[in-house]
Antibody, heavy 120, light 111 residues
């Protein structure tokens, strides 16, 4: 059974850097074809894909946020970390991490999500 | 503005059939990339409902079905039940953006 769980601060101040950790079990990020992605959802709004890291450390970022995002993995700890620099109130959202199955284009399953509020 | 366009809301009475459309372009659905659908119940994380345009993961009732044609895709729900009331999102890949894209979401109300 694959599970993922996001952790990190619930409140950050504008201009600060957000660091979120996704801790997963039930799969290995060293398995060929597998990936972990980050998706966010502002309150009452749609889902927005942010970043994805593959088993071979290849990384992909949303073009609109690329300059502010960094995704890394620690295979030994079964963790993926997302950092977002220069946080702004518009970045207030629930941040999800999700498993990208072998050579697929979808995300399944997702973590429960963590709400991050940006406010001074 | 989402890359994939969905109607903001649809509704239907219990037992009825509803469809949710997802319209893309030549750089995503029209380019041959698969469409996937997620169900998001209130206060919960999205759950995969349909993958690869037409396939249902284990445990998803056959009341849910997907289709794709040209630059669009559709999700159909038959025999509508109260527990189907949720937000539904389509998702694909976009070659121009070199990334994954979602629709704006559709809120299904069961009357």
């Amino acid at each position: 059974q694959i599970t993922l769980k996001e952790s990190g601060p619930t409140l950050v101040k504008p201009t600060q850097t957000l660091t979120l950790t996704c801790t997963f079990s039930g799969f290995s990020l060293s398995t060929s074809g597998v990936g972990v992605g980050w998706i966010r959802q502002p309150p009452g709004k749609a889902l927005e894909w942010l970043a994805l890291i593959y088993w071979d450390d290849d990384k992909r970022y949303s073009p609109s946020l690329k300059s502010r995002l960094t995704i890394t993995k620690d295979t030994s700890k079964n963790q993926v970390v997302l950092t977002v620099t220069n946080m702004d109130p518009v970045d207030t959202a629930t941040y999800y991490c999700a498993h990208r199955p072998y050579n697929s284009g979808w995300f399944d399953p997702w973590g429960q999500g963590t709400l991050v509020t940006v406010s001074s | 503005q989402s890359v994939l366009t969905q109607p903001p809301s649809v509704s239907g009475a219990p037992g009825q059939r509803v469809t949710i459309s997802c319209t893309g372009s030549s750089s995503n659905i029209g380019a041959g990339y698969d469409v996937h659908w997620y169900q998001q119940l209130p206060g919960t994380a999205p759950k995969l409902l349909i993958y690869g345009n037409i396939n249902r993961p284990s445990g998803i009732p056959d009341r849910f079905s997907g289709s794709k044609s040209g630059t669009s895709a559709s999700l159909a729900i038959t025999g509508l039940q109260a527990e189907d009331e949720a937000d539904y999102y389509c998702q694909s890949y976009d070659s121009s953006l070199s990334g994954w894209v979602f629709g704006g979401g559709t809120k299904l109300t069961v009357l």
